[in-house]
């Protein structure tokens, strides 16, 4: 019989199957590009692991010497995004790679967001007080309104200017990681948005203790001041002791509040895309518009407030001559594999990227971000010295 009459049966009696070699060959050909993606990985791996040697090198600005202690401002994701854009700009990478590298970035992004939960204290939400928490989220919403606009004014994508918005607003790259999916943003905008939101952190960071210091601001106040204007967390802590130690404990209590806002963030961004999106009047299923891994940075989360990640306990042997309890708590170690997650998908981000393009629109996306960033500060200091 010819093949068409089998597929007339088949439509009938349901017992036609394609030729085994046809399956097969699919099959070789799925697992040929698995095993394509490795070199990818691989290279991502070494940027990262590459970024985090020169972030814990003792010298200015990687390590900082204050009288709390070293302070890193400058993380490993900003090294990584640096060193490869780079390499992906100015060595020719064979295709593997940059196949690979956009694999790497869809796989460890959503893992790198919910490991992020661990580092969340629900909590802190009450301990804030209504006041400085209306002022924080006000200060969100003012640096989102405020990228979006100026970046519509200076001619930013529209999606850059969300970017460069959630990280002026919440916390920086893992922000900007975290809304990149949600809006459907391309690898060379993430790119722009991470390196304009962390070097004005970094100016912020430097900025703001002096300024602070010229405008006779308590240290509660500038503690507020610093945990709703800088961008990312180890900038804020930064910024914040610089000034005094009080300072510094305001400072990391209100930012680490934003950073908790992430998820509320997300969930308002999603409804507000798929809004401006299906404008038309297209039925929109909200239970499906959520992406896992927000319920699954909301579930970690939770599980951090509540105190529930375990401890380990190791018993050296008793021939180590060792007769104490060495005692390993999860949490921290879950927030660190986030870290390593989340420089990992930087540096695979990198490694696609066409430099030439950010070069193109960087001046008006850091216009963008500048000025953004400047009203936030504004705003900020406006509701302390009035509201507060």
């Not at 394609?18 to 394509?36: G, I, T």
């Not at 210091?213 to 914040?240: F, K, M």
Request: proline share 4%.
């Amino acid at each position: 019989m010819t093949r068409e009459a089998w597929v007339s049966l088949g439509s009938m009696e349901g017992v036609y199957n394609a030729p085994v070699v046809e399956d097969r060959a699919r099959r070789a050909a799925q697992a040929w590009r698995r095993e394509a993606l490795w070199p990818g990985y691989l290279l991502a791996a070494a940027v990262a692991a590459l970024s985090y040697l020169i972030h814990y090198l003792p010298i200015a600005p990687f390590g900082l010497e204050t009288e709390y202690g070293v302070r890193r401002p400058v993380s490993a994701a900003i090294i990584a995004i640096v060193c490869s854009v780079l390499l992906g700009s100015f060595v020719k990478l064979p295709g593997s790679v940059r196949a690979g590298s956009k694999s790497a970035v869809k796989t460890i992004i959503p893992l790198a967001i919910i490991l992020a939960g661990a580092g969340v204290d629900l909590g802190q939400i009450a301990r804030l007080g209504p006041r400085i928490l209306m002022t924080t989220l006000a200060c969100i919403v003012v640096a989102t309104a405020a990228a979006f606009w100026f970046g519509r004014l200076f001619g930013v994508w529209r999606r850059t200017s969300l970017l460069i918005g959630a990280g002026t607003a919440i916390c920086g790259t893992s922000a900007i990681v975290a809304v990149a999916p949600v809006i459907e943003a391309e690898d060379e905008e993430v790119t722009l948005a991470v390196g304009v939101v962390n070097l004005l952190g970094l100016v912020f960071m430097f900025a703001l203790p002096a300024a602070g210091g010229l405008l006779g601001l308590g240290d509660d106040a500038y503690g507020v001041w610093a945990g709703t204007s800088v961008h990312a967390v180890p900038q804020a802590v930064a910024a914040g002791f610089a000034f005094s130690a009080k300072a510094g404990t305001m400072a990391t209590l209100v930012k680490l509040v934003r950073v908790t806002l992430l998820a509320p963030f997300l969930f308002v961004l999603m409804f507000w895309q798929v809004r401006h999106r299906h404008a038309g009047g297209v039925t929109v299923h909200y239970g499906r518009l959520v992406p896992p891994f927000v319920w699954g940075f909301l579930a970690v989360a939770v599980v951090s407030t509540l105190g529930l990640f375990p401890s380990l306990q190791f018993q050296p042997a008793a021939w180590l001559g060792v007769g104490s309890t060495a005692t390993l708590a999860l949490s921290p170690l879950v927030v660190e594999a986030g870290s390593i997650c989340l420089t990992l998908a930087i540096a695979a981000i990198g490694l696609e990227v066409n430099l030439r393009v950010l070069v193109h629109v960087g001046g008006r996306a850091l216009l963008t971000g500048a000025a953004a960033s400047m009203v936030l500060a504004g705003a900020s200091l406006l509701l302390i010295l009035f509201a507060l």
